[in-house]
C-alpha cells in the first residue's frame, strides 16, 4: 500500500538547483516502484530570496517548510554576500533562521568508507576502510547560544544546557544506536567543564532505558585524536553542539569526499535533510556537480519517513554508481559524466534493478531512463 507524502524542496543557491533536481528524480523513482504519492512544494532561501524579495527565508518558504512531512535542502551562499563584509543580509541567515523557527534541535550525520573511494581519504585505507559511524550533535543549545558580551578589557561567551535539551536529543541517539550496532560514545569534556558534567549525567542516567545499548564517554581531545587513529571504533557519537561542529567536520575527510555526505536537521515536528557541502558558485549551471550526497540525503528522509526498505535501495543504488564509475569529475578524472547522468543511472538502477542498461551503456554514461 503506497503513502502519500508532502515533501518540501528549497533548491537555494549554486550548484543547490541541480543537485536537488536529481534528489527528486530518484524520489520519484521510488514514488514509481513502491506506489508512493509524493507531492513537492518548492520555496526560495539563501542568495536567490534575498534577491527576490530582500529576506533569506520569506515567509513563504518557511510556510512550506512548516506544511511539509520533511524537506530537501539544496546549499546556499553566493560570492556577492561572501566577498561584502558590509552585507546586513546574508544567506547564511536563512538557514539560521530555519533552524530556529523550526526547533531543529539535532543534527545528524553520517560518515561511511565506501571501498571504491578509499584511495581518495588522506587517512591510510587500513585505518579507514570499513569505517561507518554517525554523529548526532545538538545544534540550539550551548556557548553559540549562550549570553555573550563584552567588558572593559575582555569577552565572555556563556555555555548553558538544560536537562530537556540534553535528554531530547539523547533520546534520538540510543534509538539510532539500537538500529546500528549498538553502541553510543558521548563525547564531552567533563573533566573541566560543568555542562558536560550534566550531559554526562543525564546520558548516564538515560542509558538505563537503553540496555541493549552500551554507553561510553571518551573526552572531545582524545576523540579527535581516536577518530584519525581508528574511526572504526565508532558507531554512534552524542555531543554537544559546539564540539560537534568541529568533531563533525574533522570526520568528513574519512570519506574522501565531501560529496558524499549527508545530513539531516531534526526537531520534533520537522526535518531538513541537506548535503553538507557548499553551494560551489563556480560550478553552477555547468552539469558537473556530484549530487550523491543530497540523494543520500534523500534516503535519510525516506528512513524518518519510515521507509526505511526505500532508503536501502537508493543507498544500493548509490554504491552501484560509485562501482561502475557512473560519477561526476570530482570523483574521476576518467571518463566522468554528468550530475544528470549520475542521477538518470540511480533512478534507472532502482526501478529495473543490477539488470539496467548494457555495460556498453554504463561505459558511455547512458542509462535507459529518457
Known sequence: MGVKKNIGVLPGDGIGPEVTREAVKV???????????????????????IDKTGNPLPDETL?????????????????????????????????????????????????????????????????VRGADFVVYRELTGGIYFGEKGRTEDGAYDNCTYSNYEIDRIAHLAFQAAQNRNKKLMLVDKANVLETSRLWRERVTAIAKEYPDVALEAM???????????????????????????????????????????????????????????GSYPQGAGKNIANPLATILSAAMMLDHLGLIDEAIEVRQAVNASLRNGMVTEDL?????????????????????????GSSMNIKMGLSTII
Not at 80 to 99: F, I, T
Open 332 to 356: 574521476t578524472k576518467e571518463n566522468p559524466v554528468g550530475t544528470d547522468r549520475v542521477g538518470d543511472f540511480i533512478a534507472n538502477h532502482i526501478l529495473e534493478g543490477e539488470d539496467s
Open 219 to 277: 573526552f572531545v581531545d582524545n576523540a579527535a585524536m581516536q577518530m584519525i587513529q581508528n574511526p572504526k571504533q565508532f558507531d554512534v557519537i552524542l555531543t554537544e553542539n559546539m564540539f560537534g561542529d568541529i568533531i563533525s567536520d574533522e570526520a568528513s575527510v574519512i570519506g574522501g569526499s565531501l560529496g558524499l555526505l549527508p545530513s539531516a536537521s531534526v526537531g520534533e515536528k520537522s526535518a531538513m535533510f541537506e548535503p553538507i557541502h
Open 27 to 49: 524520489l520519484n523513482a521510488i514514488a514509481e516502484k513502491h506506489g508512493h504519492t509524493f507531492e513537492y512544494n518548492y520555496g526560495d532561501v539563501g542568495a536567490i530570496a
Open 63 to 127: 510556510a512550506v517548510c512548516e506544511a511539509s512531512d520533511a524537506f530537501l535542502f539544496g546549499a546556499i551562499g553566493h560570492p556577492k554576500y561572501d566577498n561584502d563584509p558590509s552585507a546586513k543580509v546574508r544567506p547564511e541567515q536563512g538557514l539560521l533562521k530555519l533552524r530556529k523557527s523550526l526547533g531543529l534541535f539535532a543534527n545528524v550525520r553520517p560518515v561511511t568508507a565506501y571501498d571504491s573511494l578509499l584511495h581518495m581519504s588522506p587517512l591510510k585505507t587500513e585505518r
